[in-house]
């Protein structure tokens, strides 16, 4: 785990400093620089994008991190094995792109009437998926090398950093709204190469074109895993996106801008249990070719107890500075609409995390073809709930679907684990955590505010910091976070 802390606390530096980012551009740059309907149009694309690319990338990722171990043991044989993921992978792109024409149509044809700007975008959007196909790839080549940092910083910071200076264009008049989209997708195909040129400059990328010395039954094996990842893949992108499509198209884009900016403020909870994930996914991988099941039940009980107290404590200083948020934000009153969007987005990441690396674990083991149910499930799940509430109770029904099919899915995952495993992520620690929480939550919701909104949210975080910072120190529910915090007991002699 010495190498999983260590990069995963690289990683979430730079996820939050990312998160910052991401902060100012959806919070007051977005909304200033962008109407509604365009912000609401932005976000669409994207979520389109992100969810046909999991069809288009076939389950190659996942592949690529499950397989490399096998392949790493030299510039030939890891050269070849990679060399034959990025040739699969153009041609898995242009099946999906000659499949998808049967039925674009179809789908498109449920935004017609609220989104009719969403269904110009098309090529934007299948260009997009394209794109992200190829990073994801890439990211799972630098994850199965144990380095989360570089693709790490390239997706949460130098993606929003880049999203920020084309808004900043387009607020200038320098270019048109059109435009605008156009190079919001060229600043990911820039990603793509920086990640292919470092990995050539450090000389850790080999290409073997020798690819047919594969052999047959290892190829056949890889290709039975990949339709079936393609699956889970599909799930995770149904539950994080599939929510805004389908508010763009009942409710229309200005609805989708509200829901996605609040979105965005519950998905800022979760910044810890990616760093864990990225790094305990290389992890458990190795450990389940090599037989290693105790490493992989302590990575599971200390993922989630270490991702439900960090989520805890970062969804206790999103919700406490709502009010706070929405008053600084431009238009503010517009987007105010979306309070309780955050809170049960932000239980939501909350409850996926207390669960631990569940996905990570059924994966990356032998059983991973039982996947395909689940994702089965979820997808109905997902959509039943959010066909059955949004057109009842708008944004907060989307929301309330996202919450309850989370739930679900991880509940049915962690009992599949401890069935075929016979072990579960939690522990006494888990309802002390709980506890604790809810008890430096309710605290921060008695103590007096103030008046300025930027004074009131420095004031209450430094509190709920200090509250909930004494809370881990004295009854120490994870030895990982006490060793953490207790350099700064240590520093004031507490």
Sequence with gaps: MGVVIKQSAYASIINYLGVAVGAVNMIFLFPEFLSQQELGLFKAIFSMAIVMAPFAQLGLARSTLRYFPRFNKGPKSSGRFFTFILITAFFTICLFIGLFQLIDQWIFGFFEENAPELVQQYWLIISLASILVYISIFEAYYKAQLNVVIPTFMREFFLRISSSLVALIYFLDIISFEWFLRLSVATYALSLFLLLAILLFRGQLHFNFSIFQLKKPFIKQMFKYMIFIMAGAVGSV?????DQLMVTSYLGLEKNAIY???????????IPKRSISQMSDAIIAS???????DEIKKIYKQS????????SFVFILVVINLDN???IMPKGDEFSSGKWIVVLIGLSKLIDMGFGVNSEIIISSKHYKTNIYFVLILALLTVSLNVLLIPRYGLTGAALATISTIFLFNLMKMVYIYY????????????????????????MNFVPQLSNPFLNGIYLTILATLLFGVFMLFFKPSKEITKIIQPIRDMFKL
């Design 238 to 242: 149904i539950v994080l996106q599939i």
């Design 420 to 443: 075929r495993l016979q072990f579960q992520p939690f522990s006494i620690h888990t309802l002390s955590t709980l506890l604790l929480s809810g008890l430096c939550f309710t605290i």
């Design 304 to 311: 989630s107890i270490n991702q439900l107290i960090l989520g």
């Design 287 to 293: 450990a389940f070719e090599n037989e290693r099941l």
């Design 260 to 270: 996605v900016i609040a979105f965005f403020m519950g998905t800022v909870i979760e």
């Design 325 to 327: 948020i929405y008053n």
